[in-house]
Antibody
Framework: EVQLLESGGGLIQPGGSLTVSCAAS????????MSWVRQAPGKGLEWVST????????FYADSVKGQFSISRDNSKNILYLQMNSLRAEDTAIYYC??????????????WGQGTMVTVSS | VLLTQSPATLSLSPGERATLSCRAS??????LAWYQQKPGQAPRLLIY???YRAPGIPTRISGSGSGTDFTLTISSLEPEDFAVYYC?????????FGQGTRLEIK
């Protein structure tokens, strides 16, 4: 079964740092780009960051550029998002998603259940 | 690329036809996807490349359009179709989302 499982969310003080993870299973992790998408409480979806299959290229939304860092460990099938200098507006559910483009399904075809990050003092 | 979805909220009854719109600020060719999100759940891919159904998506759900104007149509609403729908452009990869349309029971 194809599955993504996020972890690492929690309550963090403003200005703090946090790394969330996403464990992948059931597919060839190292052949697909992976992304993080967030959703603030009661709001819509916001694309945050993407990393290519090899990890050689990364992309960020302007709202998090220079603040967040995406990475992956293809030997462990894990995707990471390191978040620094966190602000209240970073409070959201963080979803990881598999990009199906290379298999012909041009969209985020598999999603995790999300991990909640709350930035508050 | 900016995506604008309309209407923000659509109130319909089961059995009715739903038509949701997504307009792009510039041409995205056919590189557009649609997602459904139910409360407390992750989004689910419905449509990719503007008109191709993802695996397991029922035939009552269809997508159309190209360039800047796209439509998601649900031919006859089932109770499980009431949810929030998002479009995503994939032209400027990996893509950005529209603000969503809430489909609610009338």
């Amino acid at each position: 079964e194809v599955q993504l499982l996020e972890s690492g969310g929690g309550l963090i003080q403003p200005g703090g740092s946090l790394t969330v993870s996403c464990a992948a299973s059931g597919f060839s992790f190292n052949t697909f780009a992976m992304s993080w998408v967030r959703q603030a409480p009661g709001k819509g979806l916001e694309w945050v960051s993407t990393i290519t299959d090899s990890g050689d290229n990364t992309f960020y939304a302007d709202s998090v550029k220079g603040q967040f860092s995406i990475s992956r460990d293809n030997s462990k099938n894990i995707l990471y998002l390191q978040m620094n200098s966190l602000r209240a507006e970073d409070t959201a559910i963080y979803y990881c998603a598999k990009d199906g483009r290379t298999s012909g399904t041009d969209g985020f075809d598999v999603w995790g259940q999300g991990t909640m990050v709350t930035v508050s003092s | 690329v900016l995506l604008t979805q309309s209407p923000a909220t659509l109130s319909l009854s089961p059995g009715e036809r739903a038509t949701l719109s997504c307009r792009a600020s510039q041409s995205v060719r056919s590189l557009l996807a649609w997602y459904q999100q139910k409360p407390g759940q992750a989004p689910r891919l419905l449509i990719y490349d503007a008109s191709y159904r993802a695996p397991g998506i029922p035939t009552r759900i269809s997508g159309s359009g190209s360039g800047t104007d796209f439509t998601l149509t649900i031919s006859s609403l089932e109770p499980e179709d009431f949810a929030v729908y998002y479009c995503q452009q994939r032209y400027d990869w990996p893509g950005t989302f529209g603000q969503g349309t809430r489909l609610e029971i009338k």
